[in-house]
T-cell receptor
């Protein structure tokens, strides 16, 4: 089946530094990928839609300059959390939709736990 | 942002009991999905419903999509400890490619 791989699975960084999270589609091409954030005991919140070869589309309230998204190839999207602060600590999850068709399903990565200290 | 409200938010039941989780919205969705998520992992798809009024069964789980495609329910029969987890509904707005998640229901099944 289709697999979406995220790396790293967890990362601890110092406040003020930047962290890059990778999301790869392993056996399919993804022109679009989605980035979610999940705080403890809460649901997933869509942050942005990553589009291959063009700018990402950010959801309302998400700072595009803080959460940089690059989708340079059909199998890789990256999310960079710039100048991270403790409040950015969260579980970040990406997803993609393999195949074609309006009702094709979404495949999710296993997530990246970011802790900013 | 398409708001999907789930109820109840938390549910703790004894093994063998039945339960229903509801997912409601004021928006219409072209499809609605149910996921289950374990701690520290991404959500795993349980089912996709696309037709208003559709009912799908997956062993002890029964999913229903509302006639107006604005709401859905998940019914679990004879719950087992292995059913413990976070259940999420998620809807794809008509004509859109992105998926919005419900507020989540955390289920605990006590042996």
């Amino acid at each position: 089946g289709a697999v979406v791989s995220q790396h790293p699975s967890w990362v601890i960084c110092k406040s003020g530094t930047s962290v890059k999270i990778e999301c790869r589609s392993l056996d399919f091409q993804a022109t679009t990928m989605f980035w979610y954030r999940q705080f403890p005991k809460q649901s997933l919140m869509l942050m942005a839609t990553s589009n291959e070869g063009s700018k990402a589309t950010y959801e309302q309230g998400v700072e595009k300059d803080k959460f940089l998204i690059n989708h340079a190839s059909l199998t890789l999207s990256t999310l960079t959390v710039t100048s991270a602060h403790p409040e950015d600590s969260s579980f970040y999850i990406c997803s993609a939709r393999p195949g074609t068709g309006v009702f094709r399903s979404y495949t999710f990565g296993s997530g990246t736990r970011l802790t900013v200290v | 942002t398409q708001l999907l409200e789930q109820s109840p938010q938390f549910l703790s039941i004894q093994e063998g009991e039945n339960l229903t989780v509801y997912c409601n919205s004021s928006s219409v969705f072209s499809s609605l999905q149910w996921y289950r998520q374990e701690p520290g992992e991404g959500p795993v798809l349980l089912v996709t419903v696309v037709t208003g009024g559709e009912v799908k069964k997956l062993k002890r789980l029964t999913f229903q999509f509302g006639d107006a495609r604005k709401d859905s329910s998940l019914h679990i029969t004879a719950a087992q400890p292995g059913d413990t987890g976070l259940y999420l509904c998620a809807g794809a707005p008509t004509g859109a490619n992105n998926l919005f998640f419900g507020t989540g229901t955390r289920l605990t099944v006590i042996p």
